[in-house]
């Protein structure tokens, strides 16, 4: 398997895998990913910006993520908790695995490449938040070393679950 940046050309194999984890999402009456969000301009701007990357098998688009080193407005305030340090951090978003592939720990093997990742810009953290229904990824988290901090609101107000790592 290769973890590389994404181009233009995945796109397509990018929204195939966000629109069967929206229709999951949905099918499980969880309230995340919904709306038309995200969409082929949110992974074009994802690719644009640098901050789009994708798990390949044999050439094949299998998972995809988006990280960046620039922080999060919508972490500035934590409710009910903290987070465990205030030094730079890395954010993961939008992440999401084949379905053809769950089970089979992609999602693990994507997070371990941000962290070589991580560790080679000297970044010591990284934050996540996910739905409070998404239990899938929850666990995952947890599996992979991520501490409970606290609740943030996204721009809407949505609630959201908030975890960090230190490496």
Request: with cysteine.
């Amino acid at each position: 398997m290769e973890f590389s940046k994404a181009v233009e050309a995945d796109v397509n194999s990018i929204m195939k895998i966000i629109n069967k984890a929206q229709a999951y999402f949905k099918q499980q009456d969880i309230n995340q990913w919904q709306d038309n969000y995200p969409n082929f301009e949110t992974v074009i701007n994802d690719i644009n910006n640098g901050n789009g990357y994708v798990l390949l098998e044999d050439n094949n688009v299998i998972g995809t993520v988006v990280f960046t080193f620039d922080g999060e407005k919508n972490y500035e305030v934590i409710y009910n908790g903290k987070w465990i340090n205030n030094d730079k951090y890395a954010v993961i978003h939008r992440m999401a695995v084949d379905s053809n592939y769950k089970g089979m720990g992609l999602a693990s093997i994507i997070i371990k490449n941000i962290e070589e990742i991580c560790l080679d810009n000297q970044i010591y953290s990284i934050r996540i938040d996910t739905h409070i229904e998404n239990i899938s990824m929850k666990k995952m988290l947890l599996k992979n070393g991520f501490e409970y901090c606290g609740i943030i609101y996204l721009d809407d107000q949505s609630k959201r679950v908030a975890y960090e790592k230190t490496l």
